[in-house]
């Protein structure tokens, strides 16, 4: 159904542009699921683009069932027949009503009002967004809204659906919602093409394309594909956690096999289930130690909300324990309610008690609007509670407004998205705003802007570049620096790694850890990534519906597998696989979450 | 911020709302034009009485319809305050220096209060009642005589649209944009005119960046879905005068004529 010819494309510009896309020669049959991977600028949305004719290849052909994209009679015909959903949800639904916005396609057709009435009502039961056909798009979750736009482009008819990373800026939940509909829609026959960074979602695929540098580089099954682990690494790319300890396994000597992408093939692998229900002794010294889990872990867990204070036991390794005694953080009794007494009113934290110590490195996590955003922006002052004390290094904030000022220089708070706040000409200039406006002497700003625009890895040569002239990973990390330029000893991160490939995740995660390391400063990081959670800290605070759900250690919050998924989060995967693997050799703690300590677990089982 | 009613549909399954919106729209205009013509307090108390019979028929809740004031409020007061004391009259009722408030001057801001809070209740409930899509709908055939003369009624009706839908995204956006500046230490609340328009910059440039990539996105991915003007372009909903539009008819010609009373008296 797609063909293409030797395709190159470079965006026109002045003089010589560099080619975007170089000799593409790929077939797609109809009903296939492809996905297709690459970094931030390999070319793979350019070359969605193409496939409807968005853009036209500037060498080679590329042919829709047939009809070539370069001929203009087919324009429209092509749009019809290969849809294309994008990232952002909000900048692709037109209409205030849903109903109205999954019309637009079919409108624009020229299809009988009566048929399109039926196409809208069958698309959106498709999708399960029938009961919400008269809601407006701007008061849905992130799932619902790229559901929607699935809708919108399924009203069309069309025998392939592009979809431009759609999961990008969701929550687990709301990939879940979009993965299961996608999933679908290609078992009842249409084309599914795939663009996406998360190696997960692409093992769904039934082929894997990797871009890299504008050319296609792989061209296989997932299996294919992911069994290349050194490959991929070479293009920046990762593959999905099991199959990288699976590798890691291979080189250790543990005759696994090579191509497993899911936790069951793991568990069924017959070199794994040899060497766990081999009879081994009892259980290994040191082992506990090695998969970096504390002796507490026969601590229950318990319900955050049960302590009126909750300390932070089973989170701190015990060594240089001394200095992080210290609480810099005291909430008590948090309730905020948004617009009090109207019919909007909506009570998005319900008496919340925390207290975080100097130092120390907290992740908060939950699904989107469970009050994690309302809870950091009390923080440092944005909001104000309903009922309740914050208390920043022992002082109430809301004590003395006049000490507003210095409370955000003391808190640092990074949203959400934080290139979207850059605005000054230069990197160097925009860095420099927080340090300026806190009234420091211009020798202090010139330090401190220099010192975090170190810190994050930006180099003198980024000082006079414009912001806007950066790539994504660039601008987030510039705009990071901006707070810290402050010099902050509490920095909050909103969804730090969102939005950005795995290159670019693994970079921002690096420079958080060696700030909190480096600088000493105490990181609150706001996540729904349970991987990025575990990765970097010892001490997890889930929130669902304002309330206050856990407070504890990862591998006591990961065991709670069940209760998560519930509430819309996510597992990493590893500790799903260490939860399988303990059913076959109780030897193998249930509360790992890094492929590391897994692999040395299960090295040590074998032995 | 992001609760702006003026321009807001409340969805509801109402006479009103189900009324056509070419003929809400002409009414709406028709109502408009019926203010200026009052000249007695009875004929202010026979369109109050009106509106409050549509909003009672229209099942939106009266307090959403008074938030649409809160934003006109600054204009209101300026008008009625103007009004007070500018005007000039026989009856002076006290002065001071002067200002002098008249009876006269006091009559016409009560006037001037009373028809603009009219004015803006009457219109929100045409924007609470017809979604914009319908709206627009609406515009774009009651403007489709205008083609002959070359004005672009599609055109124009797409542009309200598109304001309308991100109308809340935008404020929603504005209001992330101050959060973030604030905490990097942005001062918007106090010093000189001059330095608050300064310390606006921080907020209007990331905000027009974002408004000019998401104006780009949003072009592709209407083009992605065959968007060409409205060539070769149908609805799903067609609009069509019901027996509703009739009956509504006679009522607006009732008030109108009820109004017109008023001027006898």
Redesign the interface.
């Known amino acids: 159904m797609i063909k293409t010819d030797k395709i190159y494309f470079a965006y026109p510009g002045t003089g010589q542009t560099p080619d975007v896309l170089k000799e593409i020669d790929i077939s797609i049959k109809s009903g296939e699921f492809v996905a297709i991977l690459g970094h931030n600028g390999s070319g793979k949305s350019t070359l969605a ?1 193409h496939l ?1 004719a ?1 853009l036209m290849p500037t060498q080679g052909t590329l042919w829709i069932n047939g009809k070539d994209t370069k001929e203009r009679e087919n324009l ?1 015909t092509i ?2 027949t290969v ?2 959903v ?1 990232q ?1 949800p ?8 849903v ?2 916005d999954v ?11 009566a048929e ?2 039926q196409r ?1 009502d069958e698309t959106l039961a498709t999708v399960g967004m029938e009961s919400f056909a ?5 008061n849905l979750s992130g799932g619902q809204k790229q559901r929607v736009a699935i809708a ?2 399924l009203a ?1 008819r069309p025998d392939c659906i592009v979809l431009d990373e759609p999961t990008a800026m969701l929550d687990p939940a709301g990939r879940r919602e979009v993965l299961e509909t996608v999933t679908r829609l290609n078992q009842e026959g249409i084309t599914v093409i795939l663009i996406t960074h998360f190696m997960e979602e692409a093992v769904l695929a039934k082929r894997v394309i990797v871009m890299h540098d504008g050319e296609v580089v792989l061209d296989d099954t997932p299996r294919g594909v992911f069994s290349q682990v050194e490959t991929m690494r070479e293009y920046v790319l990762s593959v999905p956690p099991v199959t990288a300890l699976a590798h890691k396994l291979r080189e250790s000597g543990l005759d696994v096999a090579e191509d497993i992408m899911t936790v069951e093939e793991f568990v069924q692998d017959t070199a794994i289930q040899k060497a766990l229900t081999t009879p081994s002794p009892s259980v290994i010294p040191g082992l506990t130690q090695v998969a970096g889990v504390s002796s507490k872990n026969d601590l229950l867990l318990r319900p955050a909300q049960d302590s009126i204070t909750i300390s932070t036991v089973g989170g701190i390794p015990s060594q240089g324990r001394d200095d992080r005694e210290k609480v810099v953080t005291q909430i008590k009794n948090l309730t905020h309610t948004y ?1 009090p007494g ?3 009113e909506m009570t998005a934290l319900n008496d919340i008690n925390l207290s975080i110590n100097q130092g120390e490195m907290v992740a908060l996590i939950g699904h989107t609007g469970s009050g994690k955003s309302t809870l950091i ?1 009390h923080l ?1 002052g ?1 909001l104000k509670p309903t009922s309740g004390q914050i208390l920043i290094e022992g002082e109430d904030i809301a004590a003395d407004k006049t000490k507003l ?1 210095a409370l ?2 003391k808190v ?2 990074v ?1 959400q998205y ?1 290139e ?4 000054e000409p230069t990197v160097y200039k925009d860095v420099a ?2 340090p300026t ?2 009234g420091l002497t211009p020798e202090e700003i010139e330090s401190q802007t220099k010192k975090s625009l170190t810190t994050v890895g930006l180099g003198e040569e980024f000082y006079e570049k414009s912001p ?1 002239e950066l790539s994504g990973g660039e601008k987030r990390r510039a705009a990071i620096a ?2 810290l330029a ?1 010099g902050p000893k509490i920095l909050i991160l909103d969804e730090p790694t969102a939005g950005l490939d795995p290159q670019g995740r693994r970079e921002i995660l690096a420079q958080i850890k060696k700030m909190h390391t480096e600088l000493g400063i105490t990181v609150i990081l706001v996540s729904h990534s349970m991987d990025d959670a575990a990765r970097l800290t010892d001490r997890i605070i889930v929130l669902n519906q304002g309330n206050l759900l856990y407070d504890d250690t990862p591998s006591q919050v990961f065991s709670q597998a069940e209760t998560l998924l519930k509430i819309g989060l996510d597992i990493p995967q590893i500790s799903r696989l260490a939860a399988r693997l303990g059913e076959l050799n109780p030897a193998i703690p249930s509360n790992i979450f890094t492929i590391d300590a897994l692999a040395d677990c299960i090295l040590g089982v074998a032995k | 911020m992001t ?1 702006i009613t003026i321009g807001q ?1 409340y ?1 509801s399954d109402s006479v009103i709302h189900r009324i056509d919106p070419r003929f809400k729209l002409l009414a709406t205009m028709f109502y408009i034009t019926s203010l200026f013509f009052v000249n007695h307090f009875g004929g202010y108390g026979v369109a109050a009485v009106f509106i409050l019979f549509l909003v009672k028929l229209a099942k939106v ?1 009266v ?2 319809l008074l938030r649409g004031l809160r934003a006109i409020l600054f204009i209101l007061c300026f008008a009625v305050v103007l009004n007070l004391f500018m005007t000039p009259g026989e009856n002076v009722l006290f002065a001071f220096g002067f200002l002098r408030v008249t009876m006269e001057g006091v009559n016409m801001a009560t006037q001037m209060a009373v028809r603009l809070i009219l004015l803006i209740t009457g219109s929100s409930i045409l924007t609470l009642t017809t ?3 319908q709206l627009t709908d609406g515009i774009e055939s009651l403007l489709k005589p205008l083609k002959i003369i070359k004005v672009p009624a599609h055109d124009i009706a797409m542009m309200m ?2 304001a ?2 991100f109308i ?2 935008l404020a ?2 504005m209001d ?2 101050m ?9 918007l609340d106090t010093g000189g005119l001059i330095k608050r328009a300064k310390s606006l ?2 907020i209007l ?2 905000l027009f ?2 408004a000019f ?2 104006a780009d ?2 072009a ?9 003007g409205d060539v ?7 609009l069509r005068l019901a027996g509703r539009d009739w009956i509504a008819a006679v009522v607006v010609t009732i008030y109108g004529v009820a109004l017109f009373m008023t001027r006898l008296l």
Request: hydrophobic share 40%; aromatic share 10%; proline share 8%.
């Open positions: 683009r409807n968005l429209w749009r019809q849809g294309m994008f952002n909000d900048n692709q639904i037109i209409a205030t009503v109903e109205e019309a637009f396609g079919p409108e624009n057709l020229g299809v009988s009002p399109i009435r809208v008269l809601s407006a798009p701007h919108g482009v069309m617009s109207s019919v909007f922006q440092n944005l000022k955000r220089q640092g708070l949203f934080p979207h706040q850059l605005f705003f927080g406006r806190m806007f901006g707070v402050m | 609760r549909y969805p809740p307090l959403f979604s914009p899509i649209t598109i309308l839908r809340p995204t929603e956006e992330k944009i959060k973030a500046q604030k905490a990097r230490g942005a001062d910059l921080p440039v990331p960046v974002s990539k998401r996105e949003l592709t991915a209407m083009e992605a879905r065959c968007y060409r070769g372009r149908t609805r799903m909903k067609v």
